[in-house]
């Protein structure tokens, strides 16, 4: 018999919430709308970012001292294929 105490431990041990498995993103949480600064790693709203578009992609900015130093040296901050 499963005591209530012992489902979070079994949770972990399993990999599964004590609730049962986990939900599928909500599509209309903000969270799962951010985007990640490259210079910071700081999470951002891209609908209120800073912005620079760089060989084909967007790349959202915390702030103007992030974007400018991004935009002095992509190639140090963008992602490497």
Same mark, same amino acid.
């Given at each position: 018999?499963?005591?209530?105490?012992? =489902?979070? =431990?079994?949770?972990?041990?399993?990999?599964?919430?004590?609730?049962? @498995? *986990?939900?599928?993103? %909500?599509?209309? /949480?903000? $969270? !799962? /709308?951010?985007?990640? %600064? @490259?210079? +910071?790693?700081?999470?951002? !709203? @891209? =609908? /209120? *970012?800073? #912005?620079?578009?760089?060989?084909?992609a *967007?790349?959202?900015? +915390?702030?103007? $001292?992030c #974007?400018?130093?991004?935009k002095?040296? &992509?190639?140090?901050? =963008? &992602? /490497?294929?």
């Amino acid at each position: 018999m499963i005591r209530a105490w012992m =489902a979070p =431990a079994l949770a972990l041990i399993c990999g599964v919430a004590a609730c049962g @498995p *986990a939900a599928p993103p %909500d599509p209309f /949480r903000g $969270e !799962d /709308r951010m985007a990640v %600064d @490259p210079v +910071c790693s700081r999470r951002v !709203d @891209p =609908a /209120r *970012a800073l #912005q620079v578009r760089h060989a084909g992609a *967007a790349f959202y900015f +915390c702030s103007a $001292e992030c #974007q400018d130093r991004f935009k002095a040296d &992509p190639a140090a901050f =963008a &992602p /490497r294929p």
